[in-house]
Nanobody, 125 residues
Framework: QVQLVESGGGLVQAGGSLRLSCAAS?????????MGWYRQTPGKQREFVSA????????YYADSVKGRFTISRDNAKNTVDLQMNSLKPEDTAVYYCAAEAPQVMGVMLRPPDYWGQGTQVTVSS
């Protein structure tokens, strides 16, 4: 099993920045796991935000956050961060950390194996 714990959410004004962090632990977790972030607002499906591949640190972003968000990982600490800049009110959501075992094809093309509990991000206009 893998446990994921997010931190860093909060309230920020439009145009501001926040940094989310996710700490992974568990007997089966390794640096080869793909890690990512999703977000969800009430009444909507959880949507992909960003991911980083464990084997080569390739990064992936939703079009809505490309150029504003940056994902990174620290394998020594088993953490993955999401730096969010130029935040907009439409970025308001609960953000979830996610992890999946290495895949032969693609990154997070199916629902992740593990989820964190979520952290609220609110961007005021």
């Amino acid at each position: 099993q893998v446990q994921l714990v997010e931190s860093g959410g909060g309230l920020v004004q439009a145009g501001g920045s926040l940094r989310l962090s996710c700490a992974a632990s568990g007997r089966t977790f390794s640096s080869t796991y793909n890690m990512g972030w999703y977000r969800q607002t009430p009444g909507k499906q959880r949507e992909f935000v960003s991911a980083i591949r464990g084997t080569d640190d390739s990064t992936y972003y939703a079009d809505s956050v490309k150029g504003r968000f940056t994902i990174s990982r620290d394998n020594a600490k088993n953490t993955v961060d999401l730096q969010m800049n130029s935040l907009k009110p439409e970025d308001t959501a609960v953000y979830y950390c996610a992890a999946e075992a290495p895949q032969v094809m693609g990154v997070m093309l199916r629902p992740p194996d593990y989820w964190g509990q979520g952290t609220q991000v609110t961007v005021s206009s």
